[in-house]
Protein backbone atom coordinates (compact mmCIF):
# COMPACT_ATOMS: atom_id res chain seq x y z
CA UNK A 1 0.00 0.00 0.00
CA UNK A 2 0.96 3.49 -0.61
CA UNK A 3 0.68 5.18 2.62
CA UNK A 4 0.24 9.38 3.36
CA UNK A 5 1.78 10.32 6.50
CA UNK A 6 1.15 13.75 8.18
CA UNK A 7 4.03 15.02 10.58
CA UNK A 8 3.47 17.33 12.99
CA UNK A 9 1.00 15.70 15.70
CA UNK A 10 1.58 12.71 13.77
CA UNK A 11 5.23 11.25 13.69
CA UNK A 12 6.09 13.61 16.64
CA UNK A 13 4.45 16.12 19.14
CA UNK A 14 3.12 19.17 17.53
CA UNK A 15 5.94 22.22 18.33
CA UNK A 16 6.21 23.77 15.05
CA UNK A 17 8.28 25.16 13.49
CA UNK A 18 10.73 22.65 15.66
CA UNK A 19 10.81 18.97 15.11
CA UNK A 20 8.48 17.78 17.92
CA UNK A 21 9.28 14.85 20.63
CA UNK A 22 8.73 11.42 19.81
CA UNK A 23 5.69 10.13 19.68
CA UNK A 24 6.14 6.56 19.61
CA UNK A 25 5.42 6.22 15.47
CA UNK A 26 9.40 5.42 14.68
CA UNK A 27 8.45 1.33 15.15
CA UNK A 28 5.34 1.35 13.47
CA UNK A 29 6.63 2.97 10.73
CA UNK A 30 9.48 1.35 10.44
CA UNK A 31 7.57 -2.11 10.54
CA UNK A 32 5.22 -1.12 7.89
CA UNK A 33 8.12 -0.59 5.24
CA UNK A 34 9.29 -3.90 6.47
CA UNK A 35 5.72 -5.23 5.35
CA UNK A 36 6.46 -3.81 1.91
CA UNK A 37 4.14 -0.62 2.31
CA UNK A 38 5.48 2.38 0.80
CA UNK A 39 5.32 5.56 2.95
CA UNK A 40 4.92 9.28 1.48
CA UNK A 41 4.93 12.27 3.73
CA UNK A 42 2.22 14.64 3.24
CA UNK A 43 2.30 17.85 5.37
CA UNK A 44 2.27 21.56 5.69
CA UNK A 45 5.53 21.60 6.40
CA UNK A 46 6.90 23.02 3.65
CA UNK A 47 10.59 24.84 2.73
CA UNK A 48 10.17 28.90 2.12
CA UNK A 49 11.94 32.13 2.13
CA UNK A 50 10.39 34.76 4.19
CA UNK A 51 11.63 38.73 5.03
CA UNK A 52 12.51 39.44 8.39
CA UNK A 53 13.88 42.37 10.24
CA UNK A 54 16.99 42.09 11.90
CA UNK A 55 18.93 45.15 13.37
CA UNK A 56 16.17 47.44 11.53
CA UNK A 57 17.28 45.56 7.97
CA UNK A 58 14.92 43.60 6.06
CA UNK A 59 16.94 40.11 5.24
CA UNK A 60 15.72 37.06 3.83
CA UNK A 61 15.94 34.32 5.74
CA UNK A 62 15.44 30.57 4.87
CA UNK A 63 12.65 28.56 6.53
CA UNK A 64 13.70 24.60 5.82
CA UNK A 65 10.60 23.36 8.23
CA UNK A 66 10.06 20.57 5.25
CA UNK A 67 13.80 20.02 4.61
CA UNK A 68 13.39 19.27 8.30
CA UNK A 69 10.60 16.15 8.37
CA UNK A 70 12.61 14.96 5.62
CA UNK A 71 15.82 14.52 7.55
CA UNK A 72 14.14 13.18 10.59
CA UNK A 73 12.53 10.58 8.56
CA UNK A 74 16.74 9.74 6.98
CA UNK A 75 17.91 9.79 10.73
CA UNK A 76 15.44 7.14 11.91
CA UNK A 77 16.18 5.19 9.01
CA UNK A 78 12.24 5.30 7.82
CA UNK A 79 12.45 5.44 3.76
CA UNK A 80 10.48 7.89 2.08
CA UNK A 81 8.62 6.61 -1.25
CA UNK A 82 7.15 10.15 -1.93
CA UNK A 83 7.43 13.60 -0.41
CA UNK A 84 4.07 15.96 -0.74
CA UNK A 85 3.10 13.34 -3.54
CA UNK A 86 2.94 9.99 -5.11
CA UNK A 87 6.04 9.84 -7.38
CA UNK A 88 3.79 7.67 -10.22
CA UNK A 89 0.40 9.57 -9.74
CA UNK A 90 2.07 12.52 -12.86
CA UNK A 91 1.35 9.90 -14.94
CA UNK A 92 -2.30 9.40 -14.43
CA UNK A 93 -3.54 12.47 -12.71
CA UNK A 94 -2.80 16.70 -12.31
CA UNK A 95 -4.53 16.40 -8.49
CA UNK A 96 -2.12 18.14 -6.11
CA UNK A 97 -3.64 15.77 -3.36
CA UNK A 98 -1.03 13.36 -3.03
CA UNK A 99 -2.59 9.80 -3.51
CA UNK A 100 -2.57 7.18 -1.02
CA UNK A 101 -4.70 4.08 0.04
CA UNK A 102 -4.46 5.20 3.48
CA UNK A 103 -3.98 8.33 5.36
CA UNK A 104 -2.56 8.47 9.20
CA UNK A 105 -3.22 11.84 10.21
CA UNK A 106 -3.79 13.32 13.61
CA UNK A 107 -6.75 15.77 11.90
CA UNK A 108 -8.53 12.37 10.49
CA UNK A 109 -11.71 12.21 11.60
CA UNK A 110 -11.52 8.70 14.23
CA UNK A 111 -7.76 8.79 14.48
CA UNK A 112 -6.90 7.44 17.73
CA UNK A 113 -5.34 10.80 19.86
CA UNK A 114 -3.71 11.23 22.85
CA UNK A 115 -5.23 14.07 24.30
CA UNK A 116 -4.36 13.81 28.44
CA UNK A 117 -0.53 14.57 28.19
CA UNK A 118 0.05 17.66 30.26
CA UNK A 119 3.77 18.06 28.28
CA UNK A 120 1.36 18.63 25.16
CA UNK A 121 -0.56 21.19 24.37
CA UNK A 122 -2.17 19.41 21.30
CA UNK A 123 -3.24 15.92 20.90
CA UNK A 124 -1.12 14.03 18.79
CA UNK A 125 -1.68 10.03 17.52
CA UNK A 126 -1.35 7.37 19.75
CA UNK A 127 0.29 4.84 17.88
CA UNK A 128 -0.51 1.62 19.98
CA UNK A 129 -3.95 1.75 19.09
CA UNK A 130 -3.22 2.73 15.41
CA UNK A 131 -0.54 -0.47 15.01
CA UNK A 132 -3.42 -2.05 16.50
CA UNK A 133 -6.32 -1.38 13.53
CA UNK A 134 -3.20 -1.91 11.13
CA UNK A 135 -3.17 -5.40 12.70
CA UNK A 136 -6.97 -5.69 12.63
CA UNK A 137 -7.21 -4.71 9.08
CA UNK A 138 -3.73 -7.43 7.81
CA UNK A 139 -2.12 -4.20 7.24
CA UNK A 140 0.46 -5.34 9.81
Not at 16 to 22: A, C, H, V, Y
Not at 32 to 37: E, I, Q, S, Y
Not at 64 to 88: C, D, M, R, S
Not at 111 to 125: G, T, W
Amino acid sequence: MDICIDFDGTCVSHEFPKIGKDIGAIPVLKELVDKGHRLILFTMRSDRKKKKKVDGQEVIVEENVLTEAVQWFEENEIPLYGVQKNPTQRFWTSSPKAYGHLYIDDANLGCPLISDDPESERPYVDWAKVKLILMERGIL
